[in-house]
């Protein structure tokens, strides 16, 4: 079991390993395309919470953001491969957040026509950060819940004649 546990730990965190390892080497000085996506998006978000709210968002550097998710994936997921619990909180615990917060905005398939190609394309990305979301639930609630070993060791009995 120890060696599926491993392999099943590998599996997930190289989604996690491999869209920071192209983040990274799509990076540049201006934070690459992915900065310049999310650009659009969290304007438009903040133009939405502008107006609703009346409060102005700050201006935030997107290769900020970007250089931010692409070391806490690095990180989190090369400590989850090993089975570290630190490794497991940091990419669950970011991951989940990134998951609950970002992908809404990004994947915003609510604002194209079901009859626009990026509906699909938008709906498809949505649903599966929606599954990643999940499994990471899961995963928190798993070990959460799972007995954690005590350092007490049992009483010898005693030999009765």
């Known amino acids: 079991m120890g060696f599926v546990s491993f392999v099943g730990r ?4 190289s989604i996690f390993l491999l869209s920071a390892y192209q983040e990274f080497h799509e990076f540049g000085v201006d934070g690459g395309p992915a900065a310049k996506g ?4 969290f ?6 919470i502008h107006s609703y ?3 102005k968002v700050p201006e935030i550097e997107m290769k900020h953001v970007v250089a931010g998710t ?3 994936r690095a990180l989190g997921g090369t400590l989850f491969i090993f089975g ?3 490794g497991a909180t940091v990419l669950d615990s970011f991951q989940a957040l990134y998951l609950a917060f970002i992908t809404p905005i990004i994947y915003d398939f609510y604002n194209y026509g079901v009859e626009k190609p990026e509906f699909i394309s938008t709906l498809s990305k949505f649903t599966q ?3 990643l979301f999940g499994a990471l639930l899961f995963f928190l609630g798993t070990k959460s819940s799972s007995p954690r070993k005590s350092g007490k060791k049992k ?6 004649n």
């Open 53 to 55: 709210t009346g409060f």
């Open 10 to 13: 590998v599996l997930f965190a």
């Open 43 to 48: 304007d438009i978000m903040f133009e939405h």
């Open 129 to 131: 950060n929606l599954a």
């Open 84 to 86: 570290s619990s630190f």
């Open 70 to 72: 692409i070391a806490l």
């Open 38 to 41: 999310l650009k659009p998006k």
């Open 155 to 160: 009483a010898p009995k005693t030999k009765t």
